[in-house]
């Protein structure tokens, strides 16, 4: 999940807890409070696992072009060191050159990689998260609830108060 709305959200919670404590006890006694373990509730779905996997594979095909690359480097290296007394400067010269832009390549194509594993990591939590927006959102308002707060806000809260199951099955729901 975007680390902004993590940010965002533990604020708003701290803001909120900070409200709660300030009330009194017999106002607080009234409001209905839940909270969300937001990690586990977003990577137990099958629309994140299945992302996973899909980001996992490409991530696999990434590598195997790298290795692909770096081998291919490699032998011409190794070619080169073993036919460079019997080549001619020029030769030389365009073999150091060929491998110099094989490097290039390679560390291109490995920034590239990265670039677009990001993105789409990226493009599945921002989708995983709009998603669980709505759905706290909705789940929230059904149940009456005056606040349903991220799990890490507290150093203790009682199981009872944990909604992570309902909004998991929830967000799986979700199309």
């Known amino acids: 999940m975007h680390k902004t709305m993590k940010n965002r959200m533990v604020a708003v919670s701290l803001g909120a807890a900070a409200c709660i404590f300030a009330m009194g006890s017999a106002t607080a006694a009234e409001l209905k409070v839940g909270y969300v373990d937001m990690k586990s509730a977003v990577e137990n779905t099958a629309d994140y696992q299945q992302g996973m996997k899909r980001l996992q594979a490409l991530q696999e095909t990434k590598i195997k072009e790298l290795r692909a690359m770096k081998e291919k480097i490699d032998k011409g290296e190794k070619d080169l060191l073993g036919q460079s007394m019997a080549m001619s400067p020029d030769r030389l010269a365009q073999k150091q050159q060929q491998l110099k832009e094989m490097r290039k ?71």
């Open 105 to 175: 390549d390679f560390q291109r194509s490995q920034q590239d990689a990265q670039e677009e594993l990001g993105a789409e990591k990226n493009r599945l939590d921002v989708s995983i998260g709009a998603k669980f927006q709505k759905v706290i959102s909705d789940y929230g308002k059904k149940g009456h609830y005056d606040m349903i707060l991220p799990r890490p806000v507290f150093l203790y809260v009682d199981s009872k108060l944990d909604v992570t199951g309902d909004v998991t099955k929830l967000l799986d729901a979700q199309k």
